[in-house]
């Protein structure tokens, strides 16, 4: 077997283990469906025509990706080189730093995939998924989760230690997640600070994206490329930032 898809496996091994827990604690964003669009919606009569719950609705399964994905290849990927000296391990077989930052990535990708897949069940429980075309996005989550992983792996094999992913958290996620179009249009932002968004966040384009379904609109071809070549740039980051810090 390829050796990214054994540290793949091994992963998807250790988190039957905690499957349930695991799970439970990425349903975050639909305490932000809950209190935002159905609490906070009760006052805003409609935006871009549609219900502030049915605005928000599809960028929350965006959200559950981001968290799943970047969850697992920061605070836990870090775990696992630093304090259980898993790469170290890793290393001593034929498997290599790409190997290792591929497996890491392609599980912290089917991670987030479950946590939206998730999201998306209950959403079409609470009546939101009006259009089944919407459920097209479940191919796409891979790439959204790639990108996220790709992210947080290179963030990884930079930071000095695992206290350094709070304060990311704070300057660089919290913000992804409010100012990418999810909980109001970054239209009416002036088009300087627009730019700038869409420069810093990727999750801008998945939530457009995944936006485009829901209202069974034709994707925009220029979102998926960006997507996908940062998933290449990330990675590429990822793997030479790690074999410098484990090897050289």
Do not use: H
């Not at 549609?50 to 960028?59: G, K, R, T």
């Not at 429980?125 to 009006?130: D, Q, Y």
């Not at 958290?169 to 300087?192: A, C, E, R």
């Amino acid at each position: 077997m390829i050796p990214f898809l054994i540290i793949f496996k091994r992963n998807i091994i250790s988190f039957k283990k905690r499957a349930w827990g695991t799970l439970i604690s990425g349903i975050d964003p639909l305490l932000f469906l809950l209190a935002f669009g159905f609490g906070i919606g009760k006052f805003i009569s409609n935006v871009e025509g549609l219900s502030y719950v049915e605005f928000i609705a599809p960028a929350m399964v965006l959200v559950s990706v981001l968290y799943g994905s970047f969850f697992e290849t920061t605070y836990n990927a870090f775990v696992r080189m630093y304090y259980e000296n898993i790469y170290t391990a890793w290393l001593s077989t034929n498997a290599t730093v790409k190997d290792m930052v591929l497996g890491e990535m392609l599980w912290g990708a089917v991670r987030g995939t479950l946590y939206a897949i998730i999201v998306i069940f209950i959403l079409y429980c609470f009546g939101l998924i009006k259009n089944l075309c919407f459920l097209i996005i479940i191919l796409a989550l891979p790439l959204f989760g790639l990108v996220f992983a790709s992210i947080g792996m290179f963030f990884t094999s930079v930071v000095p230690n695992i206290m350094f992913f709070d304060y990311l958290y704070f300057v660089y996620i919290n913000p992804m997640i409010l100012f990418s179009g999810t909980y109001f249009p970054i239209n009416i932002l002036p088009v300087f600070i627009k730019n700038i968004l869409k420069a810093l966040f990727p999750l801008y384009y998945a939530v457009k994206i995944s936006r485009e379904l829901y209202l069974s609109q034709p994707i925009d071809i220029i979102s998926i490329i960006v997507l996908s070549i940062t998933v290449v740039i990330f990675t590429v980051l990822a793997i030479k930032f790690l074999k410098i810090r484990l090897i050289d």
